[in-house]
């Protein structure tokens, strides 16, 4: 027996890219772990697999005796990148087919607009993104959650993230996705060609439209930065886009797909999470991602001989380290083959390890939550249908799904469908340069819906908009003692506010009310009078006890500018939690005396710039009420909007 032979005694015929290594994954790993942690198989020329958590967490840290380098053109080594078997092409995927120190300098460039305060100023965006979505398909009471959801949402959000225009993402999503379910031998492989030359000659155009007029974006800083001290060339750079493209799609759409179909299948369990989320919601995501690993591994090249977690490995060897096998060891996890949405403690290494970690991870975490929890919010009895459910037919790149459609009990739009939804967040992208990095912009993106009724230049964000408008959808479908009338006046108030009132702040009485009656008015007073003038016909209020909130009848009000906003306010917690909860709601603070009706009548404008003004309030108000009544908390503190400035 040679040497070579007897270093490689644990052997293993394996071979990631078959069909077979999908259907009999759990088998599979049960074997290698229990037999051969780290195995030799000839399979593609030769090389180890590392199946073992402890094993690979040793190998995947030792960066000083594995190379990353995929030499192209044959200028230093000749090592193969990340890729067993490695496919013909002319650069490089990226920075993780590179070793240090040009690996650390990309990652030194993108780390500002990755890191987790700079993936948290997207979050409103992503919600925009998830609510026309689902919006698109909410009222037919059928939906793909891949096509209509999972491949659309991270798309448009990593071109934003990148500087490229948001239009775009169809043009990139299905080359990208097909790209990594295709076989070689398809019949179809020839169109995934060709859409892929599509989309590079985009990047192209992207990258040199950036470096000739900037904008905000990481494609931007990839076009600045110095690697070793050059410029990189613009194929460098290209392999660089492509990476973060792929690793911005397919990855989470994957990780969503599955953990719906599970969700599907485990009613139970989703109606748990979605009830005890607050607790749970951080640790599902963990399992769901040790469980899926939609990434299931990378490969390596032994750089220089060495003995590691007990293997002795050559030089010039390929290696591949397998993160899915490795997240289903039993000496690390606890039932490793089922999932536990509680589960404490979970080292998996879905995001890989090492100075190649996952680079995106923060984006995945967020916009895989932001997702999933509005899935459970407004299809909350989602069904998935296992007869039209296409998985990826291998998993030796992704472990991903091409179909996942489901049914659920229809519900009512919220806002813009998808198209004018990415429309308007373009326009909000340019204007605020929402893709600078964290280091120059730290604020959260600011979402307004265009036309607000409420308007101005401090007009009431989207997302407030929409959350008058959920609450009344959550609130319908938890049948927590708010009525459907009451349900309905909060959705027309929803869209009156969204529409932009078509005109109807003319209507609203800027008079004013005397001190002596702005004292004794309380928010009941003004629940009958703000609707009224804003537009809406109706809001129920039966059974507010008008002693407790304020003294007077409601039709007797007028609308008071310096009240509107407590008043607008006081009428969403009433109809939110429901007449009989209600013991303290928005109070009116007592202004007396500001400013009178000679007052508001002789500086009409200012009344209306403070009206605005206060009604931008009142809708932040009104979300956060919303919020605290889903905590079970009712006492809310008064709304503060002070003199007249």
């Not at 990226?94 to 690996?103: A, R, T």
Request: overall charge negative; proline content about 5%.
């Amino acid at each position: 027996m040679s040497d070579d032979d007897e270093r490689r005694k644990n052997r293993y015929d394996f071979d990631r890219h078959t069909p077979e290594y999908r259907e009999r994954f759990e088998e599979i790993t049960a074997e290698m772990l229990g037999k051969c942690p780290v195995a030799w198989s000839e399979t593609y020329g030769g090389h180890w697999v590392a199946a073992g958590h402890d094993e690979v967490f040793a190998l995947a840290r030792s960066s000083e005796y594995l190379s990353n380098d995929h030499d192209v053109h044959h200028e230093r080594k000749g090592y193969q990148g990340i890729t067993i078997p490695t496919p013909a092409s002319e650069f490089q995927g990226g920075f993780l087919e590179m070793d240090p120190p040009g690996q650390r300098h990309y990652r030194q460039a993108l780390n500002p607009y990755l890191s987790p305060a700079a993936v948290a100023r997207w979050t409103p965006v992503v919600d925009d993104l998830v609510r026309a979505c689902l919006d698109e398909r909410i009222e037919t009471g059928a939906i793909d959650f891949v096509d209509d959801l999972a491949n659309v949402v991270p798309a448009v959000l990593t071109l934003a993230m990148l500087g490229v225009p948001l239009k775009n993402w169809s043009l990139y999503c299905e080359a990208v996705h097909a790209s990594v379910y295709t076989r070689h031998d398809s019949p179809e492989i020839v169109k995934v060609r060709q859409d892929q030359m599509t989309m590079f000659r985009d990047m192209f155009a992207q990258l040199t439209d950036i470096r000739a007029t900037p904008r905000p974006g990481m494609i931007d800083a990839l076009a600045r930065a110095e690697i070793n001290g050059k410029t990189p060339p613009d194929l460098e750079l290209l392999g660089v886009i492509a990476l973060l493209i792929g690793g911005g799609f397919d990855t989470t759409t994957a990780l969503t797909a599955h953990s719906l179909e599970w969700l599907s299948e485990h009613p139970a369990e989703r109606a748990r999470l979605s009830a005890e989320r607050g607790t749970l919601l951080d640790s599902a995501t963990e399992e769901f991602l040790r469980y899926f690993t939609p990434a299931p591994g990378d490969g390596r090249t032994i750089s220089a001989d060495c003995v590691i977690a007990g293997q002795e490995f050559k030089e010039g060897e390929r290696l591949w380290l397998s993160w899915a096998m490795s997240n289903r060891d039993p000496a690390v996890f606890a039932n490793p083959n089922s999932i536990d949405l509680a589960r404490t403690g979970n080292r998996h290494h879905s995001f890989g390890l090492g100075i190649h970690r996952c680079i995106g991870s923060n984006v995945a975490r967020m916009v895989f939550k932001r997702m999933l929890t509005e899935v459970l919010d407004r299809m909350p009895d989602f069904v998935c249908d296992p007869a039209g459910a296409v998985h990826y037919e291998t998993i030796g790149v992704i472990q991903g799904m091409q179909h996942l459609p489901a049914t659920f009990t229809p519900g009512p739009r919220v806002g813009d469908g998808l198209d004018a939804t990415i429309a308007r967040l373009q326009v909000i992208c340019d204007e605020q340069r929402l893709a600078e990095p964290v280091t120059v912009r730290k604020d959260n993106a600011k979402i307004t819906e265009l036309g607000s009724w409420f308007g101005g230049e401090e007009g009431l964000g989207a997302s407030e908009v929409r959350a008058v408008q959920h609450r009344a959808v959550v609130a319908d479908r938890a049948d927590a003692g708010v009525g459907g009338e009451q349900v309905d006046d909060l959705l027309g108030l929803g869209q009156l506010l969204g529409s932009g009132g078509e005109g109807r702040v003319d209507d609203v009485d800027l008079r004013g009310v005397d001190g002596e009656h702005t004292a004794e008015a309380g928010p009941a007073d003004l629940l009958g009078s703000v609707p009224q003038a804003v537009g809406v016909a109706e809001v129920a209020v039966d059974g507010v006890d008008g002693g407790d909130l304020g003294r007077g009848r409601a039709e007797e009000a007028q609308a008071a500018g310096e009240l509107v906003g407590e008043a607008v306010a006081a009428v969403g917690v009433a109809v939110l939690a429901g007449a009989d909860r209600v013991r303290e709601v928005f109070r009116a603070p007592a202004h007396r005396g500001q400013p009178g009706r000679a007052a508001v009548a002789a500086d009409g404008e200012h009344a209306l710039r403070r009206l605005r003004r206060q009604g931008d309030d009142a809708g932040r108000a009104l979300l956060g009420a919303g919020r605290d009544l889903e905590r079970g908390q009712v006492v809310v503190k008064p709304l503060d909007v002070g003199p007249a400035a």
